[in-house]
């Protein structure tokens, strides 16, 4: 599969693959990771979140990897599909701020 | 259940102008957030409204402000635009932003042109 040590900001993939986004988050007492994704035309839509105590969490082709200790999230998608290709988003949350903020995307585009 | 409605989609504004963009959230939510997406910044935060209460605001000018109604429907607001007021302006909804709700519903987004 596809995979990338630092944050890129374009990931191609074939079909079939599997494909890990990496992102580098800033605040350590961030609550939760939360993982969006972005098609073109459309606002984010929710993929998966971690709480800050758990360092896995899977979902449905999807798996979400969180380490405090170098602050790194990483979204793993199983046998990515055409219709996967957009622009992945993560973003952290804290609690009392009742915001989330953003990193930079990752466009991801499936090869047939 | 009907998504997060934002209207309108689009607009074209000129300079100096002021515009005002509507967020309608998920029924039942009655948090509501506004962002601001462009090319170079990213997805900024502008606000977060709960119970027509701001609880959080972004890093904006005080050009950008917000209102949140008794029927959680939101407003924003920008006076006197500028040319990099340019970008999608994005509305997500919670049932509350706390502990046990973590999904943000968004809106398809109002793109703004100012010329």
């Known amino acids: 599969g596809e995979s990338v040590g630092l944050h890129l900001p374009t990931l191609s993939v074939q079909e079939g693959d599997n494909s890990i986004i990496n992102c580098a988050y800033s605040n350590s007492a961030s609550d939760y990771f939360i993982w969006y994704k972005q098609e073109s035309g459309k606002g984010p839509q929710f993929i998966i979140d971690i709480r800050s105590n758990m360092d896995k969490r899977q979902g449905q082709r999807v798996t979400v990897l969180l380490n405090k200790t170098v602050k790194h999230l990483s979204l793993q998608i199983a046998a990515t599909q055409p219709g996967d290709s957009a622009v992945y988003f993560c973003a952290e949350k804290s609690w009392g701020d009742y915001k989330l903020s953003f990193g930079a995307g990752t466009t991801v585009t499936v090869r047939a | 259940k009907a998504g997060v409605t934002q209207t309108p989609r689009y607009l074209i504004k000129t300079r100096g102008q002021q515009v005002t963009l509507s967020c309608s959230p998920i029924s039942g939510h009655r948090s509501v957030s506004w962002y601001q997406q462009t090319p170079g910044q990213g997805l900024q935060f502008l606000f977060e409204?709960?119970?027509?209460?701001?609880?959080n605001k972004g890093n904006f000018p005080g050009r950008f402000s917000g209102r949140q109604f008794s029927n959680s429907r939101s407003e924003m607001n920008v006076s006197t635009l500028e040319l990099g007021d340019s970008a999608l302006y994005l509305c997500?909804?919670?049932?509350?932003?706390?502990?046990?709700?973590?999904?943000?519903?968004f809106g398809q987004g109002t793109r703004l042109t100012v010329v």
């Open positions: 997500a909804s919670y049932k509350s932003f706390d502990r046990e709700n973590t999904e943000a519903f």
């Open positions: 409204y709960f119970s027509e209460t701001q609880r």
